[in-house]
T-cell receptor, first 114, second 111 residues
Framework: EAQVTQNPRYLITVTGKKLTVTCSQN?????MSWYRQDPGLGLRQIYY???????DKGDVPEGYKVSRKEKRNFPLILESPSPNQTSLYFC?????????????FGQGTRLTVV | DAKTTQPTSMDCAEGRAANLPCNHS???????VYWYRQIHSQGPQYIIH???NNETNEMASLIITEDRKSSTLILPHATLRDTAVYYC????????????FGTGTRLKVLA
């Protein structure tokens, strides 16, 4: 089954404790991205990757890092989480660099930073 | 990327067609109209997309006006499971291929 898998689904952590949210897709997609969703603000793009070893900032990259060492994986790293990073996070993937292709989203990771 | 405007909420009777409008008056020639929906806090689910022509798939139909300044998503026979937030997105020329989600339309299907 074609899917984007995120782990963990729920995470409560403390300020400053490094964490990684994993994202994996099994569709051989080149393009992957991370979004965060906050009430009243919709989904906002954090980082994206056009292919292996190619990443770039989205609209809200501060406080986040990403890496793309393999095509299927695109982890989101919070080196020193803060309470304002409490949010619902989604990973997405799609084929190539065409506008004529839909994205597949993961089921989300609800992160709480206390 | 062009901005979209959608009604905040709509109700629809179960079994009836749900027609969800979207305005995108600043859309440019190479930008696509996409529709996604989000049920509760699950990941957005792709529904349909189009450029100029009307499109239909197993989930819905997309009607795009000739001037492309607006579109309508049609769920032909709404069920309770179609209750969700529906996002109309114009995707195209930003160069990052990202989806710019607005606040969407909260559709409630009533029994």
């Amino acid at each position: 089954e074609a899917q984007v898998t995120q782990n963990p689904r729920y995470l409560i952590t403390v300020t400053g404790k490094k964490l990684t949210v994993t994202c994996s897709q099994n569709m051989n997609h080149e393009y992957m991205s991370w979004y965060r969703q906050d009430p009243g603000l919709g989904l906002r793009q954090i980082y994206y990757s056009m292919n292996v070893e190619v990443t770039d900032k989205g609209d809200v990259p501060e406080g986040y890092k990403v890496s793309r060492k393999e095509k299927r994986n695109f982890p989101l790293i919070l080196e020193s989480p803060s309470p304002n990073q409490t949010s619902l996070y989604f990973c997405a993937s799609s084929f190539g660099d065409s506008m004529n292709t839909e994205a597949f989203f993961g089921q989300g990771t609800r992160l709480t930073v206390v | 990327d062009a901005k979209t405007t959608q009604p905040t909420s709509m109700d629809c009777a179960e079994g009836r067609a749900a027609n969800l409008p979207c305005n995108h008056s600043t859309i440019s020639g190479n930008e696509y109209v996409y529709w996604y929906r989000q049920i509760h806090s699950q990941g957005p689910q792709y529904i349909i997309h189009g450029l100029k022509n009307n499109e239909t798939n197993e989930m819905a139909s997309l009607i795009i006006t000739e001037d492309r300044k607006s579109s309508t998503l049609i769920l032909p026979h709404a069920t309770l499971r179609d209750t969700a937030v529906y996002y109309c997105i114009v995707r195209g020329s930003s160069g990052t291929y990202k989806y710019i989600f607005g606040t969407g339309t909260r559709l409630k299907v009533l029994a």
